[in-house]
């Protein structure tokens, strides 16, 4: 028996996959422990699993207007998570995560998680870098679609060009690891490689929870990366306001043909702008079933005298909507992305930022998906886009067949088997 400590931070999307490996270790004999947000406690510890928190908190981010217009800006809302919000607190990460890992045999980090490195260095500890979405990577043959998204445009150039800018941006965002260097030069530690790109890979190894059908792996990825596929789990779980799916939501299921779903996740649901109305308008142009995945403030914001064929809920674990679903409309976090995929229906992506424009990218080359850029999210063109899509039969085909190669795959079982090989060395 084993005691790993698995350090995440984020939104649902990031925390589900490793409570997902927290259980399956558990189930092997392990004694797994997560330390993330204070606001996920109850949710963790419902599950059995011993929790920890680790500061900052993401509970009281979401809670603040304010400061969600700042994470959730398209072209500065990366810039803001990691320079304003994550590297200020890291000596409090460091510290809590400190606590929790001492005497444990493993760490997992995340790369939103910035003390982990850091932690597994001082306390001499084998560790696993954990890469949830393919943009982590910022590989020069497959390059990501990241801020400023004018960027893209000069990849076509070659590939010296994508590598001259890529070192550009890091040198640009290792100024923002300021506190993170000041904590590492007291701990006499190495400062040389930069903390939010390569200085987060492991050198035991790294665990890309995604599948190859979603990103292929590349020559100037690191090369201890092992590509599982995706973890799932999407309960709701304790802690949380409502329930995990409306009380008529499986009677409406049953009750006519497949809706479209409209879902900004478990975090950009939090800043949703127009979107709900605007898809709302949308279903009604088309006289379609929908349902709407507001959450609990917007629910409350859309009118009240909907017609029978739109279902308005607060949350529902997508394993049991989305398979039922004719089409998905959705932000593109990648544990959407990753459901909306295994469904094995077309999507349409309305990316906020951070790695959705990335992952969108992907689902449009795909041939499954199409992206709707958020400042153009208008009734009448997403009611263009559903149309044409609900329409064209070698989309629906193509995410089929994705979709069930995706739900062939055991990401899980090949994540946890990785753990233990290294727990065996």
Request: charged share 20%.
């Amino acid at each position: 028996m084993a005691r790993i400590v698995l350090n995440t931070f984020g939104s649902f999307g990031d925390l589900h996959p490793y409570l997902a490996i927290a259980i399956e270790l558990r189930r092997r004999g392990h004694r797994p422990l997560i330390g993330t947000s204070e606001v996920y406690r109850a949710k963790v510890q419902a599950e059995g699993i011993e929790f920890a928190p680790v500061r900052p908190n993401v509970g009281d981010l979401l809670e603040r207007p304010d400061l969600l217009e700042k994470l959730w800006h398209p072209e500065r809302g990366t810039e803001y998570l990691i320079r304003d919000y994550l590297m200020p607190q890291v000596e409090e990460s460091y510290q809590d995560l400190l606590a929790a890992s001492n005497g444990a045999d493993l760490l997992l980090t995340h790369f939103a998680a910035y003390a982990g490195a850091t932690v597994a260095e001082v306390l001499k500890m084998p560790w696993l870098s954990i890469a949830l979405q393919p943009s982590i990577f910022l590989s020069a043959d497959d390059p990501p679609v990241l801020p400023p998204l004018w960027l893209r445009h000069l990849y076509p150039l070659g590939r010296p060009v994508t590598v001259a800018l890529f070192a550009m941006g890091k040198l640009r965002v290792r100024r923002w690891a300021r506190p993170l260097f000041q904590l590492r030069r007291r701990l006499r530690l190495s400062t040389a490689a930069n903390p939010v790109f390569e200085g987060q890979y492991s050198p035991f190894g790294t665990l890309a929870l995604f599948s190859q059908s979603f990103a292929k792996p590349q020559t100037d990825w690191p090369s201890n990366v092992t590509v599982c596929g995706f973890v799932f789990y999407d309960r709701r779980g304790e802690g949380f306001d409502g329930q995990d799916a409306n009380n008529h939501l499986e009677q409406f299921l049953r009750e006519g043909p497949a809706p479209v779903v409209f879902t900004l996740g478990s975090s950009a649901v939090m800043h949703p702008g127009d979107f709900y109305r605007e898809s709302l308008r949308a279903a009604q142009f088309l006289g379609i079933r929908a349902v709407l995945l507001a959450g609990i403030k917007e629910r409350d914001h859309l009118p009240g005298n909907l017609p029978a064929s739109i279902l308005v809920a607060e949350y529902a674990p997508y394993s049991q909507i989305l398979p039922h679903a004719a089409l998905t409309v959705h932000q593109g976090g990648i544990g959407t992305t990753a459901q909306a995929l295994r469904a094995g229906h077309p999507t349409i992506v309305v990316p906020w930022s951070h790695d959705q424009p990335d992952n969108a990218e992907r689902l449009r080359k795909l041939g499954v998906s199409r992206t709707i850029p958020r400042s153009r999210y208008r009734a009448k063109l997403v009611a263009h886009e559903i149309e044409n899509l609900l329409n064209d039969a070698r989309v629906k085909q193509r995410a089929a067949e994705l979709g069930s190669k995706i739900a062939a795959e055991d990401g899980l079982d090949r994540a946890c088997d990785a753990i233990e090989s290294v727990l065996r060395t």
